[in-house]
């Protein structure tokens, strides 16, 4: 099965921009979560989705939001990028994201905002 | 409430045993460990839910105290391929509200 896959790997935007990262889950997972990694706090929850709804939300500003399609792939889209927005982006996809489901976790978009 | 990984490093000689520890103020459902390799994406290693179910990799041993709301990952025998960064996620709500919150982090070091 192939694992994960986030697209792009590296992206380098300035401040004010806007950009969309996006996550192909596992085949067959239906739940996708997002994570912000810095070396400063680590993984951070940003939302996770289910069946195109929205199921739970981390404490981020509504400069982040995402989606989801009907095959589950997911986007997540930044705007007004500040600079503090640079970090390594994870998604991670469960089977029905419930508490005895494992995340397989994707390789991560590195974003640089200048 | 993120929850506390204790220590924040260790360093070990290979075939030395270690003990990462998790805590939380909260009441929890369940506690998820992964290990992080520089470079890498997380990887999954052990599920801890309330009521002592477990699932995981039969290498890894870890340890689940709901009355103190505490998760200790004990790895043996360490090898070098254990080097990494181990988080626990912890997570309160159970069935659909499916939110892990993750620990700063412990980094290991394994040496010859």
């Known amino acids: 099965k192939a694992g994960v896959t986030q697209t792009p790997r590296y992206l380098i935007k300035t401040r004010g921009q806007q950009v969309t990262l996006s996550c192909s889950p596992i085949?067959?997972?239906?739940?996708v979560s997002w994570y912000q990694q810095t070396p400063g706090q680590g993984l951070q929850f940003l939302f996770e989705?289910?069946?195109?709804?929205?199921?739970n939300k981390g404490n981020f500003p509504g400069r982040f939001s995402g989606r989801q399609f009907s095959n589950s792939r997911s986007e997540m889209n930044v705007s007004t990028l500040e600079l503090g927005d640079s970090a390594l982006y994870l998604c991670a996809s469960s089977l029905v994201g419930e508490a005895h489901n494992e995340q397989f976790f994707g390789p991560g978009t590195r974003l640089t905002v200048l | 409430q993120q929850p506390v990984q204790s220590p924040q490093a260790v360093i070990l000689r290979e075939g030395e045993d270690a003990v990462i520890n998790c805590s939380s103020s909260?009441?929890?459902?369940?506690v998820h460990w992964y290990r992080q390799k520089h470079g890498e994406a997380p990887v999954f290693l052990m599920i801890l839910l309330k009521g002592g179910e477990q699932k995981g990799h039969d290498k890894i041993s870890a340890s689940f105290n709901e009355k103190k709301q505490q998760s200790s990952l004990y790895l043996t025998a360490s090898q070098l391929s254990y080097s990494g960064t181990y988080f626990c996620g912890t997570e309160m709500g159970g069935g659909s509200n499916y939110k892990l919150t993750f620990g700063k982090g412990t980094l290991l070091t394994v040496n010859p």
């Open positions: 989705y289910f069946s195109e709804t929205q199921r």
């Open positions: 085949s067959g997972h239906r739940s």
């Open positions: 909260k009441a929890l459902y369940s």
